[in-house]
């Protein structure tokens, strides 16, 4: 995540959040009550209501929206409650998140819902930017480490793993499968693995 992230109070005005937004590069901002707790966020999407109902006589249906179009702080309009991820997650759940809800960025807070920054989809792809020999490193140190699977080797290749060797047990094979996908910087895994007894 940024650490460093920008944010407004609730009483923000329009003005300001869209100046902080063209300032800061970003497409939406937290909203912050309190001493710093995320109560909800304002998008670009949130603030072109406006926009789109300009000069003209809402529809029955439109009547919320054009009550956002009205709106002039930003705790009028910020989409709330706020899709947030916890400090501690990881990077699949921030991920799953993001598409599920469909958000750009996510803010991050702790155990009482303070902000603690920002997790954006570039901040997600960054973790594809690992060297592969570190890659490769991490697994033979926490995935490859026991003796069940001691006669398994890694190579990493533009992130894509490759795990070969003799397995005896088999039931290890999906385990192991996603012990790797799971890290971070990893692309894709291919397993070419035999029993023991086919290397006789």
Not at 51 to 60: A, M, Q, T
Not at 91 to 119: F, H, S, T, W, Y
Not at 164 to 179: E, F, N
């Amino acid at each position: 995540m940024t650490h460093t992230a920008v944010a407004i109070g609730e009483n923000a005005p329009y003005k300001e959040i869209v100046a902080l937004m063209d300032q800061w590069k970003v497409s939406a901002l937290p909203v912050l009550a309190g001493e710093g707790r995320v109560i909800g966020v304002v998008s670009e999407a949130d603030l072109l209501v406006k926009e789109s109902f300009r000069g003209k006589d809402p529809r029955p249906e439109d009547f919320a929206a054009a009550a956002k179009a009205g709106a002039v702080r930003a705790g009028e309009l910020m989409s709330s409650p706020a899709v947030t991820v916890h400090a501690n997650a990881t990077l699949a759940e921030a991920a799953r998140i993001m598409a599920q809800r469909k958000v750009k960025r996510l803010p991050v807070v702790n155990d009482i819902g303070l902000l603690e920054g920002i997790c954006s989809r570039s901040d997600l792809l960054k973790v594809f930017l690992r060297e592969d020999a570190e890659i490769a490193a991490e697994i033979r140190r926490t995935v490859l480490a026991s003796d069940a699977l001691a006669g398994l080797s890694v190579t990493v290749d533009e992130g894509v793993a490759t795990v070969r060797g003799a397995l005896t047990d088999r039931s290890l094979v999906p385990l192991v499968a996603r012990a790797i996908q799971g890290m971070e910087g990893v692309v894709a895994v291919r397993l070419e693995l035999a029993s023991h007894r086919d290397t006789v």
